[in-house]
């Protein structure tokens, strides 16, 4: 059983099922609430993103570390799979929602801002999932 004491599906399970609610939530604060809480919705965008990466570690038995850094996630996935080099770049640009939205005055965005995150975030979370299915 590797690293973990539960079952491994379970966990990767678990780790996408709560990637796709921080994406939903995300979708829905963009299209449901005015005016729109532009830094809340990129940092869900992130952690869906951040969640569906250490998903893919957890099924290749690689105990994810606690870090929000989605290079150094990119990265170890990359490690495993060098395919991850395809959405390094998006995981980049994600990567500054982790903690500075959470506070006020720490970060400028703007509304283009939290439809690239969405975007970004669904490219990565999707292209995991497919990744996972094979």
């Given amino acids: ?27 829905q604060l963009s299209g449901n609430m005015n005016p729109r809480p532009l830094e809340i919705i990129c ?8 969640k569906a990466l250490k998903a893919f570690l957890v099924q290749n038995d690689i105990l994810p ?4 850094d989605l290079n150094q996630l990119c990265e170890m996935c990359g490690e495993i799979d060098n395919s991850f080099d395809e959405i390094a770049a998006s995981c980049g640009r994600l ?4 903690v500075m939205p959470r506070y006020p005055y ?6 283009s801002d939290t439809d690239i995150a969405i ?4 490219e990565i979370v999707e292209w995991i999932n497919e990744i996972l299915s094979k």
């Fill in 119 to 122: 975007q970004r975030a669904s």
């Fill in 43 to 50: 940092f869900h965008s992130q952690q869906s993103a951040e």
């Fill in 1 to 27: 059983m590797g690293l973990f004491y539960m079952d491994i599906t379970e966990i990767v399970t678990q780790w996408l099922r709560f990637s796709m609610t921080d994406l939903d939530v995300a979708k």
């Fill in 106 to 111: 720490e970060i400028d965005i703007t509304e």
């Fill in 65 to 68: 570390p606690k870090t929000h």
């Fill in 95 to 98: 990567n500054r929602y982790s």
